[in-house]
């Protein structure tokens, strides 16, 4: 199972302080924290896409590339990349590339994005937005496993003997999550392709997650890609820890109480009884981010949200240095307590390399 982080870029005023990092601190301090991400054994930094302030992150596999030169063993993702508004030919060479760079440490999740005026600066219509998440995604598939593409669709100019460069590394593609919080029609299409779906749950209670999820994994197992339990599944969520739950609860607050995304709404308590949101002692992580087990089966990735609302960087590395040190290797030991043989890892560029040499054999012997 994997462990990482992932960040938004928001550019937030640290409510204790009144202070305003710049747009070049806060990416800076973006690098500092996927750094760190490595440095405490973590497995996966992913950052979001926006176009829009409050959020820095424009440009995902810039930030990925500079991260693939200063790390050995980090996974390099997204959260998300959009497939709405993104040219999924620009995608394809994109993240192609940054494979090259980063010697296949590289997967990149798909995802609509929660930000509607950003259809109408890319020239698109939100209207259209599952359209063009299914169009888009079928034309990167399509990309990333033919050499020469003729292709032709609703959304953009059609493709005439077209070969995307440079090529995926080793003939394989970016293993790909499809994110979403609310679209069954997501949880299909990564069913279709099977493909990983990550369900960012930190906005809906539990039981939101939980049926889709479980349509996800129906519809894996409909589509011949193998069992219900082999399918591939994420889970994101913040924590804020400190030695105690009154502690953390007290420094926390009034981040959340101001955070861009849901400050000014419901409690802190009542977020936290009825989300995923866990502000507490280290030891209340980790037996609520076990918990998560129970509703959606044994799954491969958890991602933490630990940047967000306006957290000076001294804190979010501290931060990562419990999460890397106390709770992480407890969630793994536990994790794999009583996991089923038939529970696959999660994906790397490494396994789906040894998987598509294995079907390129099996191929050759039959012929």
Known sequence: MQF??????????????GRTPTEAERIKAILRIAEKAEEVGLDV?????????????????TMLGWVAARTENLILSTATTLITTNDPVKIAEDFAMLQHVADGRVDLM???GNTGPVYPWFGKDIREG?????ENYALLHKLWREDVVDWEGKFRTPLQSFTATPRPLDGVPPFVWHGSIRSPEIAEQAAYYGDGFFHNNIFWPMEHTKRMVRLYRNRYAHYGHGTPEQAIVGLGGQVFMRKNSQEAVREFRPYFDNAPVYGHGPSLEEFTSQTPLTVGSPQQVIERTLSFR??????????FLMDHAGLPLKTV????DILGEEVVPVL????????????PDAPTHAS???RARESADSEAVTK
């Open 4 to 17: 990482g982080i992932f960040s938004v870029g928001d550019v937030t005023p640290d409510p204790t302080t």
């Open 45 to 61: 930094f992913a950052t979001g896409e926006h176009h829009n302030p409050p959020f820095v992150p424009s440009s995902p596999t």
């Open 110 to 112: 798909l995802g609509r």
């Open 130 to 134: 599952i359209p063009l998440a299914i």
């Open 294 to 303: 129970k509703d959606v089966g044994d799954y491969q990735r958890q991602l």
């Open 317 to 320: 590395l501290e931060q990562l």
């Open 332 to 343: 793994r030991e536990e994790f794999a307590k009583d996991r089923p043989a038939g529970v």
């Open 352 to 354: 789906l390399r040894a």
